[in-house]
């Protein structure tokens, strides 16, 4: 059976978006260096390869709609994410991107949790963010795996990564790696 898990970039100060909800400083982290210094890419389409299903906050959607002009351009969400279906939690209405698999949802996270596995078999769900939605998993139990990328940036101010306090006996630290930018950590969320 898959995990639930959070896999994100993360400020050295923990914040996963600035004080503008963007995550320019993010791409700006190695810009124009040798591209064989770092292996994120790579990273993350090992991990994106595991993923059946994926879940993302109405913040997280509409900067990732305006970042990537996707209302007129879906194809790159293909070029991304393929054809896994994602659900979009928010009170507002969003406009879909054509020929996507998007479900917007609203409410208790339990209940789309359990769609969410039907869906994506022995697959991984992955909840791409904000760390207050990661959070709402969190208190329900069900949020597996934390991967994090710690860039070498301080933002100061922002989104935080998570919003809830998760002491020490509730994680397991399972991996440390590092690249020539990111330092990155698995923690395993233990259950009671």
């Avoid at 970042?67 to 969003?94: Q, S, V």
């Avoid at 933002?155 to 440390?176: D, H």
Wanted: charged share 20%; hydrophobic share 40%; proline share 5%.
């Amino acid at each position: 059976m898959g995990r639930t898990q959070y896999y994100t970039a993360t400020s050295i100060d923990g914040f996963i978006a600035d004080e503008h909800n963007s995550l320019d400083w993010l791409f700006g982290v190695g810009a124009g260096a040798d591209p064989d210094a770092g292996d994120s890419q790579k990273r993350f389409q090992d991990f994106f390869g595991g993923v059946g299903a994926m879940a993302m906050g109405a913040t997280t959607y509409e900067w990732v709609l305006e970042h990537d002009n996707l209302l007129t351009e879906p194809a790159k969400w293909h070029g991304y994410y393929g054809d896994t279906p994602c659900w979009i939690f928010t009170h507002r209405d969003l406009p879909p991107i054509p020929g996507v698999d998007l479900r917007f949802v609203q409410g208790d996270v339990a209940g789309v949790h359990a769609e969410m596995v039907a869906a994506a078999g022995d697959r991984n769900r992955w909840i791409v963010g904000g760390g207050e939605l990661v959070g709402q998993f969190a208190d329900h139990g069900l949020l597996d795996e934390v991967q994090l990328g710690v860039a070498p940036v301080f933002l100061g101010a922002g989104a935080p990564l998570l919003p809830r306090k998760l002491l020490s006996a509730e994680l397991t630290l399972a991996k440390v790696e590092h690249d020539a930018y990111f330092v990155h950590l698995t923690y395993t969320v233990n259950k009671p």
